[in-house]
């Protein structure tokens, strides 16, 4: 039976049709240990550094930008960082989490970040595509826009065709 990466009592395997497909359950953490891991909202953390700005005043809060990225900004640094993924709060079992982690070098609890860090990944991926996709649109539509301005300029200064209602 696998045990929580973290504090080690029995997994229990959640019944889902996956696992009827296949029945081994991955490493992971169990459902008391998830708990203390708080996702962060996408639509509510920094644009910079991805803190999650529901649990930041809103006084240091600007424009979608949290205090210490703005001063960072600021600061003659701008564009360092452009873009940080936050997956999780920064809170106390995360904290408990890291040391064991780093400090006590207890690599296997990377395991257990998998499913979030690659679903946070994924997600990512979609988010790039999109964007990349409006801005083509937004390019084409531009590189269209310039064309009628030349067409009508040609049409205005009679160097080019003329409209066929054109009696002059
Ligand atoms: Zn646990
Ligand atoms: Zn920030």
């Known amino acids: 039976m ?10 229990i395997p959640t019944l889902r049709f996956q696992s009827l497909l296949s029945p081994d ?11 203390g891991l708080i996702k962060i909202d996408r639509k509510k953390c920094c644009a910079i550094c991805g803190r999650d700005l529901t649990i930041v005043a809103p006084s240091f809060i600007s424009q979608g930008v949290c205090f210490d990225c703005k001063r960072w900004e600021e600061s003659g640094m701008s564009g360092v960082l452009q873009r940080n993924y936050s997956v999780y709060q920064y809170n ?30 994924n997600q990512i991926r979609r988010d790039l595509k999109k964007a ?10 531009h590189a269209q826009s310039q064309k009628m301005t030349r067409l009508m ?8 065709r003329r409209p066929a209602s054109s009696c002059t």
């Open 2 to 11: 696998n045990r929580c990466l973290l504090c080690h009592e029995p997994l």
């Open 25 to 35: 359950e991955p490493a992971g953490f169990c459902d008391s240990c998830r708990q």
């Open 92 to 121: 106390e079992r995360m904290k408990m989490l890291m040391t064991a982690f780093k400090f006590r070098g207890d690599a296997v609890l990377a395991q257990g970040f998998k499913p979030d860090f690659q679903a946070a990944y």
């Open 132 to 141: 990349e996709k409006r801005r083509e649109r937004t390019g084409r539509m």
């Open 153 to 160: 300029n040609q049409v205005k200064n009679g160097d080019g």
